[in-house]
Structures are given as structure tokens and as C-alpha cells.
């Protein structure tokens, strides 16, 4: 979120393009979200998201993902997003204000999978030493949860752990479809204290692919993520893992030492994935 006074420049294209204005960078902490299969998302009685107020910026970013593999150019969208919302002028305003914190892995190539594997298993990790340095004392209750993966992801689930053991399963969806991604209201909300540790674990069916496939944005690339909506509002918004570069690093060089494989410092990620066999 920029600050109040902050001008920004309207901005109408990709959202990555280097053409982007600088401040638009600082607009990143989620509003609301929706994909595909969701239904109409309403908070509890107590919790509300927060939006608008003197300390907010008057700005909003829209990001839209689009799939078009047949690259038609005669589409027209008009898709969005509706919010109501109440409180105006501080009245009426619910005991809590509400997050959401997306953890999982991060969204890049070190995060990838072999092709011709029916249950490949990814974990991204939210440390307790993130949550001990990002929560407040008495940590925040976690009430709704959102899984996401692309077209591979067959399994998700969220570990609550606390002092190195695994005391329950935040979320888990054991037949997870592309097209029905609900904004999970929980059963019982979930306390995650500081020093608390999150593990998202995603398998995958990658049988009938031939490539690698890449950790990325693109649908026919991969996520492993949950967006967990919470309470009280922490100033944590991403607690997110990747592959350790030096370890990566590590086995590119092992698969060219005893596999002849044509990995080299010189290649990007994803040539060296694909210079595996």
C-alpha cells in the first residue's frame, strides 16, 4: 500500500512489463481475490477487511490473469470485482479488522517438476522465525483459507506446526480441481502463534507430460499457495519459501558430473531443467 499523498500514474497493461510505474510496485497487499469455482466470499459477523479511511492510499490495482492459447483477438472482457462493504465514517465497524497472508512457495522456475511423475510432492514453508519476527504476542485466528495450484495439482494441505510437531491440518483439499478453488470457511478457526511454523504441501500428476514444468504464473506452469484470511491484521502479507540457490546450483553440476547432462552456470533455470533427462 503507498502512502496517501502519493500520485499514481494510470497504468493499463502486463503486469510484470518493465513499462509498469514504480509506485504501482508498492501496491501489493490484498484487497480481495477470486479464481475460478469460487463462490460470493462474506466475512463473519466479527471480522471485516479493511479498506478506505484517512491513512489509506485512494488507489486500487486490478490484476487480471488470462489464458489464451489460441490467441484470439476478437474477446472482449468486462470481468471484475464487486465489494460491498460498511463502516462508513467509522460507524458500524466490526471488532476485528482482517488479513490475509499468502504462504506456500514462491512463485519461480527453482520450483519445478519432472515430467512422467503421478505424485510429486512439493512443501513451501513458513518458518517460526518469520512468524515469531511478524505476529504480535498473542498471534492471529485463522478463519478462512483459499488453496491454490494449476492444471498438475491433484492434493493440497496446510500443516500447523508448533515446536516441531504437526498439530493439525489447517486446511486439506485430497481431490483439488482446477475450476473449483472456494474461499474455505473453517469449521473450527485456527490460532497460529509466534515461533509457529506453516508447511503448504502440494502434489502433483505430472504422467502425461513430456516437460519439465515450471514453477511460474502461467496456468500451464505451477503454484503451490494458500491465501489465509485471518485476524488481527499483521504486517506480514507473504511468508513464502523457494529452492536454495546454492543446493539447486549444487544439482545441476551433480546431473552433468554423473549423468552427462548439458546443465552449465552459463543457462538459465529453465534450460538447465530441460537439459536433464
Known sequence: ????????????????????????????????????????????????????GRAYSPYLV????????HLRDNIVDSSGLRIFYQGENGSNLRKYDAGIMEIGLEYNEKNSIPPGRSAFHLNGYCLSECTRAGLGPGGITVFASQLHTHLTGRRVWTSLVRNGIVTEILNSDNHYDQMFQEIRLLHRPVRVYPGDSLVNTCVYDTSK??????????????????YMHYYPASEIE????????PVLDNFFRRMRDYDMASTSREKSREQNFNSIR
Open 209 to 226: 507430460r513430456e516437460a519439465m514444468t515450471l514453477g511460474g504464473y502461467s496456468i500451464r506452469e505451477e503454484m503451490c499457495v494458500n
Open 62 to 69: 486490478l490484476e487480471i490473469h488470462y489464458d489464451n492459447p
Open 238 to 245: 507473504l511468508c513464502k519459501s523457494s529452492i536454495y540457490d
Open 1 to 52: 500500500v503507498s502512502d496517501p499523498p502519493d500520485h499514481m500514474k494510470e497504468y493499463d497493461g502486463e503486469c510484470k512489463s518493465e513499462q509498469k510505474p514504480p509506485g504501482l510496485v508498492q501496491c501489493r497487499r490484498v484487497v480481495a481475490a477470486w479464481a475460478m469455482g469460487a463462490d460470493t466470499f462474506i466475512y463473519p459477523r466479527e471480522v471485516g477487511g479493511m479498506i478506505g
